[in-house]
């Protein structure tokens, strides 16, 4: 009797290890991303069949996340102890999520990784955390430059803007009024005064400014401020919804034809390209006393430390980052590939490409500290949005900023 | 077990899963906002979080932005219900008149309420919007505009902007309850009224008025209630901005909440007004409704 239970006994062990060896082939691995445009889903199903295809036992279960809630999401899903294995996650991120030690360090699985030389020159320093880790595997880029209209310049006898001086000629030139317009309104500059602006504010303040204590309330940090605050107040070379304008207003007002320049990156080449076809055009951020400043807009991947499989995460996060996966994902987002190799095969026009690729030497992502993710939502937007209606002056704005990065 | 003590019984058994529902949908995350609200709770910051009493009630109250959006958040309040039940009122007493398409007019009416709230903020931000809206277009081809006025960007004109929006959406709420309620009153009233020699107006303060009152109080509180709260339109049409302008309070915690992450704060904010609002409802409902049962 004793036999036949310890018999019984021992196979019920040998099935459970069975059935627990199968258990723990099939990982799944949940991976949250997100895509604008819901049509683009289907791409990400394809790169999913395609590397479910090739690596039996790996379950991808790729969730789109709104991007308005993305970051609302995921830093509750942390805390709850839900967090994905795999989302994507921008630089600005970085240093709140390692203070809430959610990451998984991924330096010696990179090390082996054989795309790793295909990535792009200093993509991986720049993704590199403070504490000299690497957590972040890069995914996809953008720069932000500027978009003029080519047609209007050259009706105006005004070449691209190279400097901030040029900037102002060619937005005051470019400033029409509707009688003059065909009953159109017409300005220089379509400014985002609303969440998301920091980035066309950048490149004539920054560049102009240090992320240092004091470095922000400089009196050239201040004078820059003021002069910008100055296009909508004094110039009026741009329309005077800016300071609420957002991504889709600044767009819309620039396709419609009522403003001339805007500043956004590779991502809007095609919507652009298919309004005007070769009258729109692009060049790099102007210098602004010597200083140049653009931004640098990341995406990467992160495996977190609560996944039960990293292996499998950290297998799907380097299928991304591979050549002709990662040039077929960013058809989906419209921003730059990672890899060199697959650099050749976008498919944006030459003139945005170029573009893109001569703001590289000054671009820069805001300083890699947990202030900088509140800068962009909150603090920037309400601060130049209080400058740019006379609430506050530019010097107070430039104080409120130095004193929310370094009191 | 007696049949009559089952009796009893039954009332609580058949109230039990809406009282359990409510325990754990409601109160429970009630409870859990005012415990959250004595910590230090930055959601990034989860090895600093420590219970600090009443600290960030106290910062509340030496808090500029919290005041201000309280200030908007009465203008909000108090333009946006008597607004929207007069124009309810107006619209009910035409829609209780005999016209033909009367029932086509009766489903009409009810579409600005129909809508999803995000579709009205996104509707009406691009009507008000200088350079391609509807609404600057309008008013600069009848000569009442020189130049586009920028609605929303404006802090004199924005919070404004978005009540005119919000009573649009709200409106019918009140034309559809006050149309109900004058459906009740008895029209032999009218008839004896006008007998006695009444006006259209003494009927109408004599008649329809104390007739529609149960209707008004619980429409008007129902109203204040759901205004109060609402945030998504505002969130839509402009995010709180241009810099505070249009903070109302339900805006700012959500946004110290979610934006900046500081759950502490954000919850300490979110508890102050459901007090205030608690007291709000208490006073109206004492004086506006002392005579109702």
């Known amino acids: 009797?004793?036999?036949?239970?310890?018999?019984?006994?021992?196979?019920?062990?040998?099935?459970?290890?069975?059935?627990?060896?199968?258990?723990?082939?099939?990982?799944?691995?949940?991976?949250?991303?997100?895509?604008?445009?819901?049509?683009?889903?289907?791409?990400?199903?394809?790169?999913?069949?395609?590397?479910?295809?090739?690596?039996?036992?790996?379950?991808?279960?790729?969730?789109?996340?709104?991007?308005?809630?993305?970051?609302?999401?995921?830093?509750?899903?942390?805390?709850?102890?839900?967090?994905?294995?795999?989302?994507?996650?921008?630089?600005?991120?970085?240093?709140?999520?390692?203070?809430?030690?959610?990451?998984?360090?991924?330096?010696?699985?990179?090390?082996?990784?054989?795309?790793?030389?295909?990535?792009?020159?200093?993509?991986?320093?720049?993704?590199?955390?403070?504490?000299?880790?690497?957590?972040?595997?890069?995914?996809?880029?953008?720069?932000?430059?500027?978009?003029?209209?080519?047609?209007?310049?050259?009706?105006?006898?005004?070449?691209?803007?190279?400097?901030?001086?040029?900037?102002?000629?060619?937005?005051?030139?470019?400033?029409?009024?509707?009688?003059?317009?065909?009953?159109?309104?017409?300005?220089?500059?379509?400014?985002?005064?609303?969440?998301?602006?920091?980035?066309?504010?950048?490149?004539?303040?920054?560049?102009?400014?240090?992320?240092?204590?004091?470095?922000?309330?400089?009196?050239?940090?201040?004078?820059?401020?003021?002069?910008?605050?100055?296009?909508?107040?004094?110039?009026?070379?741009?329309?005077?919804?800016?300071?609420?304008?957002?991504?889709?207003?600044?767009?819309?007002?620039?396709?419609?034809?009522?403003?001339?320049?805007?500043?956004?990156?590779?991502?809007?080449?095609k919507t652009l390209v298919d309004a005007f076809g070769d009258k729109v055009s692009a060049v790099p951020a102007p210098s602004c006393n010597g200083g140049r400043w653009t931004s640098f807009g990341d995406e990467s991947t992160a495996l977190f430390k609560s996944s039960k499989a990293k292996d499998a995460g950290w297998k799907w996060m380097a299928f991304l980052s591979e050549a002709d996966n990662n040039v077929k994902f960013v058809q989906a987002t419209g921003q730059m590939t990672v890899t060199k190799s697959g650099a050749s095969k976008m498919t944006f026009p030459e003139r945005f490409v170029k573009a893109t690729e001569n703001s590289l030497p000054f671009a820069k992502p805001l300083p890699a500290v947990p202030q900088s993710a509140d800068f962009v939502n909150t603090v920037w937007p309400v601060n130049m949005q209080r400058a740019l209606n006379g609430e506050i002056t530019p010097a107070q704005m430039m104080e409120a900023l130095d004193s929310h990065f370094y009191k | 077990m007696s049949a009559q003590s089952d009796v009893r019984r039954t009332p609580y058994i058949l109230l039990s899963p809406a009282i359990i529902a409510t325990l754990v949908v409601v109160f429970y995350p009630m409870l859990q906002a005012g415990i959250t609200s004595l910590y230090r709770s930055i959601l990034w910051k989860p090895k600093d979080v420590a219970f600090i009493g009443l600290d960030n009630y106290f910062a509340i109250l030496h808090d500029p932005v919290f005041w201000d959006s309280l200030g908007r958040t009465a203008i909000w309040i108090g333009l946006t219900v008597p607004l929207q039940l007069a124009l309810g009122f107006v619209t009910a007493l035409l829609l209780n008149r005999n016209f033909w398409w009367r029932p086509l007019a009766r489903s009409l009416i009810l579409i600005p309420w129909a809508l999803p709230s995000v579709v009205i903020g996104l509707m009406w931000s691009w009507i008000y919007h200088p350079q391609v809206g509807v609404l600057n277009d309008l008013l600069m081809r009848c000569g009442m505009l020189q130049s586009a006025m920028p609605w929303l960007a404006n802090p004199d004109t924005a919070l404004y902007a978005i009540i005119a929006a919000l009573v649009w959406q709200g409106f019918p709420f009140f034309a559809i309850m006050i149309l109900a309620g004058l459906q009740t009153i008895p029209g032999n009233l009218y008839e004896a009224a006008s007998i006695d020699g009444a006006t259209t107006w003494q009927k109408f303060l004599g008649i329809t008025l104390p007739g529609l009152k149960g209707v008004l109080v619980t429409a008007v509180m129902l109203r204040i209630i759901w205004v109060a709260n609402s945030m998504d339109v505002i969130y839509v049409m402009t995010g709180g901005g241009p810099g505070y302008a249009t903070h109302t309070l339900p805006l700012y915690a959500f946004k110290r909440t979610y934006s900046s992450m500081d759950f502490g704060y954000g919850s300490a904010l979110a508890v102050t007004f459901s007090l205030v609002l608690l007291v709000l409802i208490t006073i109206y409902l004492r004086r506006v409704g002392k005579d109702m049962k």
């Not at chain 1, 479910?52 to 790729?62: D, F, L, Q």
């Not at chain 1, 360090?105 to 991986?124: F, H, I, Q, Y």
């Open chain 1, 1 to 269: 009797m004793v036999r036949k239970i310890t018999r019984t006994l021992l196979a019920s062990c040998g099935l459970a290890a069975l059935l627990g060896g199968n258990a723990w082939a099939d990982q799944t691995v949940n991976f949250w991303y997100h895509f604008d445009s819901p049509e683009n889903v289907s791409i990400m199903n394809d790169l999913v069949k395609t590397f479910e295809s090739k690596n039996a036992g790996i379950k991808i279960n790729a969730e789109n996340i709104p991007w308005n809630n993305y970051y609302d999401k995921l830093f509750t899903s942390i805390v709850g102890g839900k967090a994905p294995d795999v989302a994507m996650v921008k630089l600005a991120q970085q240093p709140q999520l390692l203070e809430m030690d959610a990451l998984e360090p991924v330096g010696s699985r990179l090390a082996n990784w054989p795309g790793k030389a295909d990535l792009g020159n200093n993509l991986l320093d720049i993704s590199k955390a403070s504490d000299g880790n690497q957590y972040y595997l890069p995914l996809q880029y953008v720069v932000v430059y500027l978009y003029y209209r080519a047609d209007l310049f050259s009706a105006a006898k005004l070449n691209p803007p190279a400097t901030c001086e040029e900037f102002l000629e060619a937005a005051k030139k470019l400033t029409v009024p509707a009688s003059a317009n065909n009953g159109v309104e017409q300005f220089g500059f379509g400014m985002r005064g609303g969440k998301g602006g920091y980035d066309n504010w950048g490149p004539f303040v920054l560049s102009q400014s240090a992320f240092e204590p004091g470095g922000l309330k400089s009196a050239k940090a201040v004078a820059a401020n003021g002069w910008y605050v100055d296009l909508f107040r004094k110039q009026k070379v741009v329309p005077p919804s800016a300071p609420n304008d957002g991504f889709n207003e600044i767009i819309s007002t620039f396709k419609s034809g009522r403003t001339a320049m805007i500043f956004h990156h590779v991502g809007s080449a």
